[in-house]
């Protein structure tokens, strides 16, 4: 009862370097922010009744505007702007 088979195991004759090289998926510096739930917690806050000052990060500038309600692909703000969503890398309200 005390003898087990024997089982095969090659030799390995070579080094091995598991550990050397390694890649991290992550993309560092990037966030991911969902500009459209954000969006939507503004509006639907007890604090909005109808216009809602916020700071707007776009592409090219920082904004602090007045928006007053959202389209499908634009903020419309109480001066009558539009303000494309796509452009919008950050909001949050002031």
């Not at 890649?23 to 009744?49: M, P, Q």
């Not at 796509?86 to 309200?93: A, P, Y």
């Amino acid at each position: 009862m005390n003898e087990l088979p024997k089982v095969y195991a090659s030799r390995i004759n070579n080094d091995i370097k598991n550990s050397q090289q390694f890649y991290y998926g992550s993309l560092r510096g990037e966030r991911k922010i969902d500009v459209n739930k954000k969006i939507d917690i503004i509006f639907s806050s007890f604090n909005h009744v109808y216009k809602s000052n916020v700071k707007i990060t776009t592409n090219d500038s920082i904004l602090n505007k007045l928006i007053v309600c959202k389209t499908k692909n634009n903020l419309i703000t109480l001066d009558g702007e539009l303000i494309s969503i796509n452009s919008i890398m950050d909001i949050e309200k002031i």
